[in-house]
């Protein structure tokens, strides 16, 4: 059985001004699965981050939802919160209920809170099915490889190999220069292209 944590944010009065935060609260506790659900007047904040690390321990948590701004914005700062509190940062999801709700429905609240609600009953869902991932490292060789040895292929080499690593020209003809050695004066000097 899953016991999923809901932190519910005001964002001072940018979500509380148009959605009854406590009101979404209480629906996400009657949610399946949901263990814990409360509000905050700043989520993003240092005690907002705090209070998803305890209660992630006091109510033995194993996933959040954060309901506030985009994620675009704080999905960093949760998830990260959620990884000092013993979580893996996946089995973490968050509904934006300002931009989608609060600022698109300025003076319908009852319109917002009800969005709001739909939109972390989706959130509880998704993280319901939300499993552990690992973030692999790759080991990468600082080594390069320039196909074409024309003007273009020789800067670029010259570029890398400047940035102090290793780099291998390749070139189908037995000669570099490319189309330049065709040519037998250069602009804008004139000088001989061979």
């Known amino acids: ?5 809901v932190f519910v944010c005001h964002c001072g009065t940018n979500i509380a ?17 949901v263990a814990f659900a409360t509000d905050y007047q700043f989520m993003c904040s240092e005690p907002g981050q ?4 305890n209660s992630i321990k006091e109510h ?3 996933r959040v939802v954060v309901a506030s701004c985009t994620p675009r914005l704080h999905e960093p ?3 990260k919160a959620c990884q000092d509190g ?4 996946f089995l973490f999801e968050m ?3 300002r931009e989608q709700c609060s600022w698109v429905h300025p003076k319908d609240m009852e319109r917002a809170t009800a969005k709001a609600i739909d939109l972390v009953r989706t959130a509880v869902a998704k993280v319901r099915k939300n499993y552990a991932l690992d973030t692999p490292s ?7 490889l320039v196909i074409g040895a024309g003007i273009a292929g020789m800067q670029a080499a010259i570029d890398i190999a400047d940035a102090g690593h290793e780099v291998v020209l390749l070139d189908r003809e037995p000669t570099i220069g490319g189309n330049m050695v065709k040519l037998d004066k250069t602009f804008p000097t004139l000088d001989c292209s061979a």
């Not at 059985?1 to 944590?5: A, F, N, V």
């Not at 001004?17 to 699965?33: C, I, L, S, T, Y």
């Not at 705090?50 to 690390?53: E, F, G, M, Q, R």
């Open 1 to 5: 059985m899953k016991r999923i944590g």
């Open 138 to 144: 790759i080991p990468v060789t600082r080594r390069a």
């Open 17 to 33: 001004a148009n959605v009854d935060v406590k009101k979404v609260a209480e629906a996400a506790r009657g949610m399946q699965d």
């Open 60 to 62: 033995n948590l194993d």
């Open 86 to 89: 013993g979580i893996n940062p």
């Open 95 to 97: 509904a934006n209920i």
């Open 50 to 53: 705090t209070l998803i690390k």
């Open 77 to 79: 700062t949760f998830r």
